[in-house]
C-alpha cells in the first residue's frame, strides 16, 4: 500500500525557518517525481514545489522562490521541504504528492505549519 | 502568473447532471487533472490527462477539454458526491503547476 506521511509543522514566528519531511513506502521512491502542496485555511489548494525522481529537474511555485528548498535522499525514501524567512501568508497545511506525469495520485495526511508572533 | 477559473459553487439534485468548468489559456496545449476532496481530507485524484478516469473511481465521472475550457461531469450526482473539486494543469512551458481556486459541489 502507498503511503506517504509529512511531519515536521508546528509553530514558527515569522522570518522563522522550517524543515518538513515526508517518509514513504508502499512503492519504488526512487522512480516517482514529487511535489509539495499547500493549502491555507478555508482556501483552495497551491503547488509548491516539484522534484524530478532523480533530482535533476526541480521547480517552485513564485510565491515561495528563493525561500524555499526542496530535496530527496532516494536512499531513506524521504522527501524534504525547508522553508526559510517564513511569512503569516505561508500559514497552510503542507501535502507531499507522488507524480505520475498525469496527475498526483497519492497524497500524504498533511502537515500544518502556523506562521504567527 | 497563469491561473486557471473554476466557478465557486455548483448546487444539482440527486441524479441529476453536474458540470465543473474549468478555464485556462495554456489548457489547449497541456493535460488537465482533476481532484475531489471531502472536509478534513486529503485530495483523491478523479481524472486525470483529461478524460482518464484515476483508479476506484465511478463511472458517473468524467472528463473532458476543448480548447481553453475542461470540464468535469458527474453523471447521476449522489450524496457523497458532495465535496470540493479542483482542476489542475501546467503552464505552457510546464515548469509551472496551478490549481483552480475550486468549486463546492451542493447535492441538494
Known amino acids: 500500500e502507498v503511503q506517504l506521511v509529512e511531519s515536521g509543522g508546528g509553530l514558527v514566528k515569522p522570518g522563522g525557518s522550517l524543515r518538513l519531511s515526508c517518509a514513504a513506502s508502499?512503492?519504488?521512491?526512487?522512480?516517482?517525481?514529487m511535489n509539495w502542496v499547500r493549502q491555507a485555511p478555508g482556501k483552495g489548494l497551491e503547488w509548491v514545489a516539484y522534484?524530478?525522481?532523480?533530482?535533476?529537474?526541480?521547480y517552485y511555485a513564485d510565491s515561495v522562490k528563493g525561500r524555499f528548498t526542496i530535496s530527496r535522499d532516494n536512499a531513506e525514501n524521504s522527501l524534504y521541504l525547508h522553508m526559510n524567512s517564513l511569512k503569516v501568508e505561508d500559514t497552510a497545511v503542507y501535502y507531499c504528492?507522488?507524480?505520475?506525469?498525469?496527475?498526483?495520485?497519492?497524497w500524504g495526511q498533511g502537515t500544518l505549519v502556523s506562521v504567527s508572533s | 502568473s497563469y491561473e486557471l477559473t473554476q466557478p465557486p459553487s455548483v448546487s444539482v439534485s440527486p441524479g441529476q447532471t453536474a458540470r465543473i468548468t474549468c478555464s485556462g489559456d495554456?489548457?489547449?496545449?497541456?493535460?488537465t487533472h482533476w481532484y475531489q476532496q471531502k472536509p478534513g481530507q486529503a485530495p483523491v485524484l478523479v481524472i486525470y490527462?483529461?478524460?482518464e478516469r484515476s483508479s476506484g473511481i465511478p463511472e458517473r465521472f468524467s472528463g473532458s477539454s476543448s480548447g481553453t475550457t475542461a470540464t468535469l461531469t458527474i453523471s447521476g450526482v449522489q450524496a457523497e458526491d458532495e465535496a470540493d473539486y479542483y482542476c489542475?494543469?501546467?503552464?505552457?512551458?510546464?515548469?509551472?503547476?496551478?490549481f483552480g481556486g475550486g468549486t463546492k459541489v451542493t447535492v441538494l
Open positions: 504528492a507522488r507524480d505520475q506525469d498525469s496527475g498526483y495520485d497519492s
Open positions: 508502499g512503492f519504488t521512491f526512487s522512480s516517482y517525481h
Open positions: 522534484i524530478s525522481y532523480g533530482s535533476g529537474n526541480i
Open positions: 495554456a489548457l489547449p496545449t497541456q493535460y
Open positions: 490527462k483529461d478524460s
Open positions: 489542475h494543469s501546467a503552464e505552457t512551458s510546464g515548469t509551472l503547476w496551478v
